[in-house]
C-alpha cells in the first residue's frame, strides 16, 4: 500500500514537474505538507479507510506544492479545490466538499465511495 501511495505521488509530482517530494508516513492525527522541507506527512489511519481516500490524501496534500510551486499561493481556497478536483477526476473521485475538505467522495457515476475520514457509507435511496 505505502508503495502505491509513493508511486501515485511520483506520478502526479512529474506531471506538474514539481521538485520531488519525501513522503512520511507517522502515527500523527493530521497530514500536514511542509514547502519548506519538500515534505508531507501521512497518518497511518488512513491504511484502514478506502483506497479512493487514501489517494485524496495523498493529492490533497501535493496540491498543496502544486499551488505554492505554479501559483505563488497557499490555502484551502477556491483554486485549491479546483486543482485537486481536476486530479482527482483522473483517478474516478470527485469530492464534495464542506469547508476547505471532503465530506464524502463519490465516483463519476455520482456512487457514494466514502465518507469524511475514508470510511464506506452505505448508499442513500
Not at 32 to 49: N, Q, Y
Not at 55 to 64: A, G, S, T
Request: proline residues 2%; positive net charge; glycine residues 6%.
Amino acid at each position: 500500500m505505502i508503495r502505491e501511495l509513493k508511486n501515485l505521488a511520483t506520478i502526479i509530482t512529474r506531471k506538474h514537474n514539481l521538485t520531488p517530494i519525501k513522503i512520511e508516513f507517522k502515527a500523527v492525527r493530521r497530514g500536514r505538507a511542509r514547502s519548506l522541507t519538500r515534505a508531507i506527512t501521512i497518518p497511518i489511519w488512513i491504511f484502514g479507510s478506502v483506497k479512493e481516500y487514501r489517494y485524496y490524501y495523498i493529492i490533497h496534500e501535493l496540491v498543496h506544492f502544486i499551488q505554492r510551486d505554479k501559483f505563488k499561493y497557499s490555502g484551502h481556497g477556491e483554486e485549491f479545490k479546483r486543482i485537486e478536483s481536476k486530479i482527482l477526476k483522473d483517478y474516478n473521485i470527485i469530492p464534495v466538499y464542506n469547508k476547505a475538505y471532503a465530506k464524502e467522495l463519490r465516483n463519476l457515476e455520482g456512487e457514494i465511495l466514502c465518507g469524511k475520514f475514508g470510511e464506506k457509507k452505505k448508499q442513500q435511496i
